[in-house]
């Protein structure tokens, strides 16, 4: 078709409309070419139990659940007429494809069925919805804030909405605010349907958290507990939240770049990756192989600084309190390289829309073939002092042990899902950014427990440093920027030779640069698990809508499920092998 | 006008004038030991894990001990509200106490050691069975749910260990044949170091001490990544420092007892090749308590914390058997070699 839709349409999309008939359906096409389907709300129950149950090679992972206001949007020829679009995105590991649904909404609050019956991760994600844009979910069984505090008016992502701070009052917590702050955050058992007690005693309920050595961050889980078991549990999260979705609202496409950074504060530049891969698909940029490389090297020297942590705190967590101090001199020799190459350590903000902000430095070389050279003597020795202890193994083998079937279940991805023996990594399944090109392992387990999830991350450490030594010995030449007007910030050789590209330069630098109207979306294989960018452009300088979807919040939701019958010592443990930080749950 | 004060000074006054000064000079030199054990951990722990540690206030960092001590003194010793008072008070108090009165009991050279009563050992035994009362009371006095949990492992913690503690040093008490540790001393001065004869009595033990002291990884009453600080949550200032103090005492006190009841206390080793080392009997028991005072912190460094069913299964299936069977044959031998 002229418009770019597939001729052929994906097979998933032929099953539906064989099913249910293709009026039920509005195709939509978007430019990262994933299947896109309006569908009615009334029918939304049955295509979602069609795709995860009836259909051969079903979709059994809600991957991600979310919203767009669609009022202001001017750019949405030949899509429903609708006030707000709830969006749900599916994955089938045995197809490797995604397919995403989306149900039009008309009214100012409007409503929608519950997809939990269906899908049991639906459950937080339904509550962020409600939470951001005030869309409510009947038969929920729990509709509340998630991410902001009880007390809040308002649903931030909807349109009118502010999203600067000088639009609104100063912000006063007097001591009576305080006050009523803190005892709207009290746990009131019945709110969850827990018992104070049993037949002949009472539970306790521990508090643990927002603060607290193990909780990684500012995460609170309440507890019911009978003596040291954990009966029950809710997790409650939002502390770390900072408005990362709005803020993509009002800052330019460019300028966003260093708040992905934010999101998983471990994963550097890997944020940056799927943002600006998706924006080079909208933009038709298609970036040289030296980019490509120098993205891949730098994304795997970020995946071992995060796996270190993890492992240190990891042995922390569990009462060791050497390794983490042995980790942090290996971090601090990976983050010497990452700074001599971007200029920054935790949060280089390096990539850019069409390139990097620097070509490599001389001496890159050295610098990285040191690093080479140290690392595997130190993970061979952190192999007999930590993950060979006995007291170690004794504390993570069984523990919090799921299978496949519950990973996919409440959408974990990454290490926690490769420990349960499903091989999926985006890296191979999916090559993005020329990893088809690297020789590596994908390590899988097949226990799915606490120590597996470790040994997974222990050995992708080994094949991060096969993929950097691969780029070191084949790193292409070329320019480290695409030719493109909408590379960012433009290539500048030919600015002062005539006048129109001065222009164009000048603008692109100032407004920054206009994508074009459409949806785009990258998923990669981050640190913790996919991570993934869905935009929506209304032709602007500024997103229209920026939804970021973090493993880590998928995998938080499901520690209720994990944990339950364990103990306390257990949980922390748990904790400690999900390798989660706030930043990248709360946004 | 001096001679009624010469009449009072008889030689017992004098001798009891000078035990009691020994004492003060021993419990000066403990608590100063154990205030310098706090500078030795993080020193130590440092050199292990590739740091530093306190090194800038005086020669190697020794003045970090009076600057932490000043610290801790002037500290806001904040009591919470909704402790109960008169216990949470009482607990550090009995932490420190205790731990500096077991060490009364250990007989250092052939001429010091506070005092030394036929029933040392069982002594000692009745002070570890009260010292856990301080992590208790501390716990259950805080009002506090994560100490409350700290306060429950130790008790779980110390029906566990209390039991095969005991046992394993009656190996010890049946070779030598008396409960006064001097006399422990004195027998193994003639015959060999206990660590050999009772060795498997010693592994117990050392675990056993490992636990009286709370130390890693026994230290789960205080497991800081699962209960923030668990039985000490709540306390601050001079009552905290207390806990804290009290802890680096039972170090060396335990220190000074493994050598005591293992090693030969004073005892030089190589004596009888060279008789000249026996001059300096407290160098060796200072030295062999320094080694086992360095392997606590050994241990903080290496070990994970285990889960506390598993300690305690570990402690009634294996620990209290072993240290079972050790007194069972030590006791036939002793039969039988009598005979």
Known sequence: MADGTPLTLPEVVRDLFARFGDNTFTLQTTVDGMPTLWLPADRLHEVLRFLKNEIARPFKMLYDLTAVDERLRKHRAGLPPADFTVVYQLLSIERNADIRLKVALIGEFPSLKSIVPIYANANWYEREVWDMFGIVFDGHPHLRRILLPPSWEGHPLRKEYNARATEFDPYQLDALRQDQEQEALRFQPEDWGMSRSASDHDFMFLNLGPNHPSAHGAFRIVLQLDGEEVVDCVPDIGYHHRGAEKMGERQSWHTYIPYTDRIDYLGGVMNNLPYVMALEKIAGIKVPARVETIRVMLCEFFRITSHLLFYGTYAQDVGAMSPVFFMFVDRQKAYDVIESITGFRMHPAWFRIGGLAHDLPRGWEVKVREFLDWMPKRLDEYRKAALQNSILISRSRGVAAYDTAAALEWGVTGPGLRATGCNYDLRKARPYSGYENFEFEVPVGDKGDVYERALMREEEIRQSLRIIEQCLNNMPSGSYKADHPLTTPPPKERTLKDIETLITHFLGVSWGPIMPAGETSQMIEATKGINSYYLTSDANTMSYRTRIRTPSFAHLQQIPSAIRGQMVPDLIAYIASIDFVMADVDR | ?339
């Open chain 2, 1 to 339: 006008m001096l001679e009624p004060i010469q009449a009072l000074l008889t030689p017992a006054v004098l001798g009891a004038i000078w035990a009691a000064a020994k004492a003060v000079i021993i419990l000066l030199t403990l608590v100063l030991s154990a205030a310098y054990m706090i500078w030795l951990e993080r020193r130590l722990l440092a050199l292990w894990q590739d740091r530093y540690g306190p090194n800038r206030i005086g020669p190697f960092g020794l003045g970090q001990v009076i600057a932490d001590m000043i610290k801790i003194f002037f500290k806001e010793d904040w009591t919470p509200p909704f402790v109960d008072k008169f216990t949470f008070i009482l607990a550090p108090f009995i932490a420190m106490s205790l731990m500096m009165l077991a060490f009364a009991l250990i007989p250092i050279t052939p001429n010091w050691g506070v005092f030394a009563p036929d029933i040392g050992m069982l002594l000692f035994f009745a002070i570890a069975g009260l010292a856990v009362y301080a992590v208790m009371l501390g716990g259950w006095s805080s009002n506090s749910k994560y100490a409350l949990l700290g306060g429950l492992r130790s008790t779980a913690q110390t029906i566990s260990y209390e039991v095969f503690m005991g046992v394993s040093l009656m190996g010890v008490v049946i070779q030598a044949g008396t409960f006064n540790l001097r006399e422990i001393v004195l027998y193994q001065e003639q015959h060999l170091w206990f660590v050999l004869p009772q060795f498997f009595g010693f592994l117990v033990w050392c675990l056993a001490g490992v636990a009286v002291t709370h130390r890693t990884p026994f230290d789960l009453p205080e497991a800081e990544s699962e209960l923030a600080a668990g039985y000490h949550t709540e306390y601050s200032g001079m009552k905290f420092g207390m806990f804290f103090v009290g802890e680096y005492v039972g170090i060396v006190m335990v220190s000074g007892l493994t050598t005591a009841l293992f090693f030969g206390g004073w005892d030089a080793p190589f004596s009888s090749v060279f008789p000249a080392l026996k001059t300096v009997p407290f160098l060796w028991f200072a030295i062999k308590c320094f080694l086992f005072m360095s392997s606590f912190i050994l241990l903080r460094a290496a070990l994970p914390r285990p889960r506390y069913d598993h300690m305690m299964s570990f402690a009634w299936k294996i620990c209290l058997p072993l240290s079972l069977v050790n007194m069972l044959v030590t006791a036939g031998f002793v039969l039988w070699a009598g005979n």
